[in-house]
Structure formats: structure tokens, C-alpha cells
């Protein structure tokens, strides 16, 4: 049965400090890692990754995939309140849905 | 505006009570799907639409309808709600189910609760 595993499941942190979420997945055919944040409402849209190695990067927020290892990360950088939120990881493989973890809770203090 | 729309935003209801959430994207998207997230599972797949009159079930399809009569609209329909229903809904839309264009527009959300 295909899954996805985060962790931690829950983080608190002060502003400042760089975290690192993790997700592993198990998923036939594995195509495509997401990550999403989710604030108060739905989930908005991070990265997509397809490929071993190639960092992405937006701003404070960065992804990888290790597909040999069957796992991403997540990292944010100098973490700001704004960054509360709950961060949700899904794979996608060969039945064309989306197979999301249960997410980490991220609360970063002032 | 891209969005994806969900009405009603909230929704008390009554055991054995059918209703109807109502799902609009305005993005031209073939793809279409419902999720429901509860505390401890995350985000679970009911129903999904590849296209207009094509519907296939998700991870938990027990207790929920769908159809796809037009390309923008998806509603979930509950015939005879029981308050293990009672959840956060969510409408996503894709543009096609190629890999190029997984990424998902999520609608505003529907909390229901059924008593």
C-alpha cells in the first residue's frame, strides 16, 4: 500500500532558527514529490519535485529529493511567525492521485 | 482570478439529511478531485474526475457521491449523512493528470459537521 511518513509531527521553534521537515514516501511508479503549506484554510502550493538532487529553492524555503533513499526535506531558513503552519508532503505515482502525509505543525515563536 | 470555489464554507446538519457541496474552478482544468482531512490521517481522497462524465473513487469513497456533468463543476453529495462524515472537505483541481502539471489549486474548504 502506498504511504507517506513526515516528520517531525509537531515543531516549535523561535524566530530565527533554520528547520528541516522530513518526508519519506513508499509509492508505486513514484513520479512527483509536493509539499504544501497549509495555513488557516487550504493548502497552498510549494514545490514539485521529479528529480534526485536538484535543490529547489524559493526564497527562505528550499527542497530535495533523494530518490535512491526514497525521502525529501523541506528546510526554512531564518524562520519568521509568518511560517506557522501546518506543512503537508504528498507523492503522486502511477494511479494519477496524490498520496499526502499526515503533515508537520510547525509553530515558530516570536 | 484562478480560484477554486466551495459552497458552503460551513454546514451543521442532521443525521440522514442529504446535502450537496458545490465545487467551481474557473481554470479550464480536466482534472478534478475531493478530499476530506481529518486530525491524525491528513488529507484523504474521495472521489476523483479525470473529465467531464468521467468519476472514479479515491481512498474513501463510502458514503459519497460525485458527477461531473460540465468541465467546471464537481459536487459531492452526501445521501445520508452520519457523524462519522463530519470533517474538513476540500475540491482540488489540476490541470490534466499529465506529471507536468500535478500541481493542485485547493478550494477554500467546507467544514461539516454532522450531529
Known amino acids: 500500500e502506498d504511504k507517506v511518513v513526515q516528520s517531525p509531527l509537531s515543531l516549535v521553534v523561535h524566530e530565527g532558527d533554520t528547520v528541516t521537515l522530513n518526508c519519506s514516501y513508499e509509492v508505486t511508479n513514484f513520479r512527483s514529490l509536493l509539499w504544501y503549506k497549509q495555513e488557516k484554510k487550504a493548502p497552498t502550493f510549494l514545490f514539485m519535485l521529479?528529480?534526485?538532487?536538484i535543490e529547489k529553492k524559493s526564497g527562505r524555503l528550499s527542497s530535495i529529493l533523494d530518490k535512491k533513499e526514497l525521502f525529501s526535506i523541506l528546510n526554512i531558513t531564518a524562520t519568521q511567525t509568518g511560517d506557522s503552519a501546518i506543512y503537508l508532503c504528498a507523492g503522486g505515482g502511477a494511479t494519477n492521485k496524490l498520496i499526502f502525509g499526515t503533515g508537520t505543525l510547525l509553530a515558530v515563536q516570536p | 482570478e484562478a480560484q477554486v470555489t466551495q459552497n458552503p464554507r460551513y454546514l451543521i446538519t442532521v443525521t440522514g439529511k442529504k446535502l450537496t457541496v458545490t465545487c467551481s474552478q474557473n481554470?479550464?482544468?480536466?482534472?478534478m478531485s475531493w478530499y476530506r482531512q481529518d486530525p491524525g490521517l491528513g488529507l484523504r481522497q474521495i472521489y476523483y474526475?479525470?473529465?467531464?462524465?468521467?468519476?472514479d473513487k479515491g481512498d474513501v469513497p463510502e458514503g459519497y457521491k460525485v458527477s461531473r456533468k460540465e468541465k467546471r463543476n464537481f459536487p459531492l453529495i452526501l445521501e445520508s449523512p452520519s457523524p462519522n462524515q463530519t470533517s474538513l472537505y476540500f475540491c482540488?483541481?489540476?490541470?490534466?493528470?499529465?506529471?507536468?502539471?500535478?500541481?493542485?489549486?485547493f478550494g477554500p474548504g467546507t467544514r461539516l459537521t454532522v450531529t
Open positions: 521529479t528529480s534526485s538532487g
Open positions: 474526475s479525470m473529465n467531464v462524465e468521467v468519476t
Open positions: 482540488a483541481s489540476r490541470r490534466d493528470s499529465r506529471i507536468v502539471s500535478w500541481e493542485q489549486y
Open positions: 481554470m479550464n482544468h480536466e482534472y
